[in-house]
């Protein structure tokens, strides 16, 4: 026989395997890796890493107008991106102490439930994609092509909306905007029962889910989650109730609470919680059916300094130049201040810090971003079990790369 | 607070969320008093983060935390400041395991070293960069590329 080969110290008596679940993988939504030990196939360890997609958001908004920082915002959760317009718009006018008039709030309110919607049907359709169920996906992904046309009529984009301005939006809803979200609001709710009845008591998904992932309350407070994933641990935290903003106090709806935190919790406390929009938005579209006369016409609040004023003022009258010079150069001022203002983004607690020192721009802006802060809890999520236990505890908690890197 | 007595100053309410200051050996027991106390119960922490001011000799980098008491819905914002040449803080990540990455964070931006973390290595951007990018002194794009014409842009 030949001699023997011996293999390098330490080769034989290694008892894990360590696979990549690296950047590109068809199983992840974004790009973030995550490298895993696997003893047999028992997760033992999962190190994450982030970072892939990291566009140096908070630097660059030290260098922007507060205009341009709406485009940055757009693509941090980029699945509802009019929450994070609206999100930094409230900030600015927390700082600036504007108060928006009631029919600002409310088309914000139905836009930001719009966006939640269609967040949380990706993430609910993508957790059947992820179990092996690839219909339910293919099914919904219609809806989020009406509510992009919402989008369209009103701010001209679909995905990376830029919607609205400081103190309300840039123009008014069209009848066509109406009469789209009418349309939604007749074909989106049997189609989310159709879902519901596919997945909800579906054995081969409960067992796929039941158990997965599960964390405790006190665990998922001190990790600092928020959002769906905190609600589905039992803790009803929700900005919406907790601070109101843009009107939340005067419309009526629940909050979806689960138990113990795992995959099957946050998937039905998320197709709780699109029910839940479905009921705000009907509310918030018949408050603004009530609007009559010159109050219908109203779209934003007053602010001459931030909002640029009507085109055909500024071609007649020299004052509305001014200003429309003033705000597109970005020769507006901030005042001085410091301010900590959030709102609840599909995944949790939008939070912006914004210092600001008399400057155009802010001195330093800080994302608070929930993604950011509850992935860091997903090695413990997953330790001890399987890797397809993995992938649907990363998809449930639905990770968005453009939150994680901002 | 009456435990603390004068080590905390510069309380103010901007926007109507108290902050305060302390120094920052004491980060660790404020953040633990905040903690325990039955009737403060700051027990979530929202944020941490790091702002760098240059022109403050002695106290460049603040670190802020940003707490929240759930129950009450009170929040509170908690700042300490260290020297940018030495800028060592205890770490937060055992009293709260969402500090963890917000540390990894602020540490890869500004260069905070927090003393005893667990993991203490840059988060977002690579490990081979040798600067922190979010200091003041640090500019916006990359000053050596060759291939961009600004000219007609007028950017700074």
Sequence with gaps: ?406 | MEKFGEELTGWEEPYGMLTFTSDKNLNLKVLQFLFDDPELGFQFMTDLTAVHYPNQEGKELAVVYHLHNLKENVRIRYKIFTNIQKPDVYTASALFSAANWMERETFDFFGVNFVGHPNLKRILNVEEMEYFPLRKEYPLEDQKRTDKDDEMFGRD
Aim: net charge negative; proline share 4%.
């Design chain 1, 1 to 406: 026989m030949s001699e023997h080969v011996t293999l390098p110290e330490g080769n034989v008596e290694k008892h894990t395997t360590t696979i990549n679940l690296g950047p590109t993988h068809p199983a992840t939504h974004g790009v973030f890796q995550n490298i895993i030990e696997l003893d047999g196939e028992t997760i033992v360890s999962a190190e994450q890493t982030v970072g892939y997609i990291h566009r140096a958001f908070e630097k660059i908004a030290e260098h922007r107008v507060p205009y341009q920082i709406t485009t940055l915002t757009d693509r941090l959760n980029y699945c509802s991106s009019p929450l994070n317009n609206f999100g930094w718009h409230i900030t600015c006018e927390r700082l600036l102490g504007i108060k928006t008039p009631k029919r600002v709030d409310y088309l914000r309110i139905i836009i930001m439930e719009l966006a939640r919607i269609s967040d949380h049907l990706i993430c609910n359709s993508i957790v059947g994609v992820d179990s092996g169920a690839f219909s339910g996906f293919l099914y919904l992904m219609q809806y989020r092509e009406l509510i992009y046309e919402i989008y369209e009529e009103i701010c001209g984009s679909r995905l990376t909306t830029n919607m609205g301005r400081i103190g309300g939006f840039e123009r008014n809803f069209t009848n066509e905007a109406f009469g789209k979200l009418e349309r939604f609001m007749k074909e989106w709710p049997p189609a989310l029962k159709e879902f519901d009845e596919m997945f909800v008591r579906n054995r081969i998904f409960m067992d796929r889910t039941i158990g997965v992932g599960p964390i405790s309350a006190e665990r998922a407070l001190n990790y600092g989650f928020t959002g769906p994933n905190l609600r589905a641990a039992g803790v009803d935290y929700d900005v919406r109730i907790h601070t109101p903003y843009s009107s939340y106090e005067d419309f009526d709806f629940t909050i979806p609470v689960g138990s113990t935190g795992d995959c099957y919790d946050r998937f039905l406390v998320r197709d709780q919680e699109m029910w839940q929009s479905m009921e705000i938005i009907k509310q918030a579209y018949q408050k603004v059916q009530e609007f009559k006369g010159a109050e219908a016409e109203v779209y934003h609040a007053d602010v001459p300094d931030f909002y640029l004023p009507d085109k055909k003022d500024v071609y007649t009258k020299m004052e509305a130049l001014i200003y429309h010079f003033k705000i597109i150069m970005g020769e507006t001022h901030l005042p001085v201040g410091e301010i900590y203002s959030s709102v609840e983004g599909a995944n949790g607690e939008l939070g912006f810090y914004l210092i600001t020192d008399g400057g155009r721009s802010p001195y330093r802006l800080h994302f608070r971003r929930p993604c950011f802060v509850y992935y860091q809890a997903y090695s413990e999520l997953t330790k001890g079990g399987l890797l397809s236990d993995a992938i649907i505890t990363m998809s449930s908690l639905n990770l968005i790369a453009g939150e994680l890197d901002a």
